[in-house]
């Protein structure tokens, strides 16, 4: 049970985390060679491999042993309040706790496992929309230059 996660967790499509990247509002932490992750925090539970089409809300920079791994915090568009929750401020209101106990569960998901904790840039605090629509956009950036070859693969195979 120590893996247990309250939340639809996935991954955003077409994302790619460089790990030539140094992010400079992240402590100088490069990218995790990984798509965004995606904690989607409506009140369905998705199925395993189910596509939601979400909004995002927030973004938490995980850094998870020196590499940045962003977490975009999001609510499917079929939730029934998604109306109501529109950014990080709309979260608290309506999912109270819920961004503090996610930044919670990734920092301490590995300790059972005999790692450190994770840490979290920005101050450790989450970042608004606007923020995590911005990591979208340049990580999507970074998969494009990925696919067209523009930026070493690295480790990756681009069969």
């Known amino acids: 049970m120590k893996y247990n996660i309250n939340w639809n967790y996935g991954l955003l499509p ?17 990218g995790d060679n990984d798509p965004v992750d995606v904690v989607e925090i409506g009140e369905s539970q998705a199925k395993i491999g189910q596509i939601l089409k979400v909004k995002p809300l927030a973004a938490l920079a995980m850094i998870d042993e020196g590499e940045l791994d962003w977490k975009i915090v999001a609510i499917s568009l079929d939730d ?10 709309d979260v608290e209101k309506h999912f109270p706790g819920t961004l503090t106990a996610i930044r919670d569960w990734f920092r301490d998901y590995k300790i059972p496992d005999g790692k450190p904790a994770n840490k979290f840039g920005l101050g ?16 999507n950036e970074s998969w494009a230059k990925l696919v067209k070859r523009s930026i070493p693969a690295g480790e990756l195979s681009l069969v």
Do not use: M
Not at 14 to 30: I, L
């Open 80 to 89: 029934a309040k998604v109306s109501l929750v529109n950014d990080i401020s």
């Open 14 to 30: 077409q994302t790619w985390e460089d790990p030539s990247f140094e992010n400079p509002e992240v402590e100088g932490a490069h």
């Open 124 to 139: 450790n605090k989450p970042a608004n929309k606007d923020y995590a629509l911005k990591v979208i956009t340049e990580t």
